[in-house]
Nanobody, 128 residues
Framework: QVQLVESGGGSVQAGGSLRLSCVASGNSVSFYYMAWFRQAPGKEREGVANISPGGGMTIYADSVKGRFTISKDNAKNTMYLQMNSLKPEDTGMYYC?????????????????????WGQGTQVTVSS
């Protein structure tokens, strides 16, 4: 079992930056794919970015490419999401998640059903 705790959310103006952190406990994240998701009010949860166990491979949603950067520090058991050039449409609750079991024969990706444990979320609000 893994416990995930996000932090770093807040309120910023459009064009600003935030850095989210996700600290894991109960298991090492070194061996697993992890991801960031977000959910805006009245909308479905969507995948934002995914990272491989060693951090060498990443996937981004088209809406955040070139603005967001996902990274991991396995020594600190922590994943990050650096968000730059924020837009009002980036507003939402941001969740981190971890894929422990690679169901379906593949690991990671941006589909939420792939992920087994989730944090409680951190709110990001971007004003225009």
């Amino acid at each position: 079992q893994v416990q995930l705790v996000e932090s770093g959310g807040g309120s910023v103006q459009a064009g600003g930056s935030l850095r989210l952190s996700c600290v894991a406990s109960g298991n090492s994240v070194s061996f697993y794919y992890m991801a960031w998701f977000r959910q805006a009010p009245g909308k479905e949860r969507e995948g934002v970015a995914n990272i491989s166990p060693g951090g060498g491979m990443t996937i981004y949603a088209d809406s955040v490419k070139g603005r967001f950067t996902i990274s991991k520090d396995n020594a600190k058991n922590t994943m990050y999401l650096q968000m730059n050039s924020l837009k009002p449409e980036d507003t939402g609750m941001y969740y981190c998640a971890i894929d422990l079991y690679c169901r379906g024969g593949y690991c990671g990706g941006l589909r939420d059903e792939k992920y087994d444990y989730w944090g409680q979320g951190t709110q990001v609000t971007v004003s225009s």
